[in-house]
């Protein structure tokens, strides 16, 4: 069973910035694209952006841009996500989400979500 | 950016009883003269959402026979046939046709 595992809660000031990790149970994130996605509290989903893995293009929601940036992790089993200049409205769980590169089937991975708060 | 409109806000369901739930797009979400890029999820609290169906139709690995999707082009319907304690949560509709990939407000289901 594929595992996504993300990195922990992360309590920040306003104007700072957040990373998140994401990590698969199996070698490679090859033939896959992952996205981004949050949950403010009490809100629905929102999707940030995501990155092919293998070349490293990259796709971001225009409210994002210039704030977000999804990088190929340390390994070929990771993927980072970095959120800038952050304010209040940022606090949200945020999530990794897998779908493939061929032959779509939906997002059928989740990370176990990664809680942001953002207060002074 | 593809607006999804989701029907109803909220549902009260018997178990044992059939619940349905509509998602309307504002643009066409059928792709390559192949396929419906319309999936659905069910998010319980406190969990990630998982999904139920893709591309419209196809039911996720694992997931109930009692879960059916359909619809095309820009009108989606999620049905369940029989209701149990277990599906209750948030349902939402997501289109994969383009980025930006955008969601319905979703369908919290209860049962009665």
Known sequence: ?120 | DIVLTQSPLSLAVSPGEPASISCSSNQSLFYNNEHNYMDWYLQKPGQPPHLLIYLASNRASGVPDRFSGSGSDTDFTLKISRVEAEDVGVYYCMQARQSPRTFGGGTTVQIK
């Not at chain 1, 304010?87 to 942001?116: E, F, I, K, L």
């Open chain 1, 1 to 120: 069973q594929v595992q996504l595992v993300q990195s922990g809660a992360e309590v920040k000031k306003p104007g700072a910035s957040v990373k998140v990790s994401c990590r698969t149970s199996e070698d490679t994130f090859s033939g896959h694209y992952i996205h981004w996605l949050r949950q403010a509290p009490g809100q629905g989903l929102e999707w940030m952006g995501v990155i092919n893995p293998t070349s490293g293009n990259t796709i971001y929601a225009q409210k994002l841009q210039g704030r977000m940036t999804i990088t190929r992790g340390a390994s070929t089993s990771t993927v980072d996500m970095e959120l800038s200049s952050l304010t209040p409205d940022d606090t949200a769980v945020y999530y990794c989400a897998r779908t493939d590169h061929s032959n779509y089937a939906g997002m059928a991975h989740w990370g176990q979500g990664t809680q942001v708060i953002v207060s002074s």
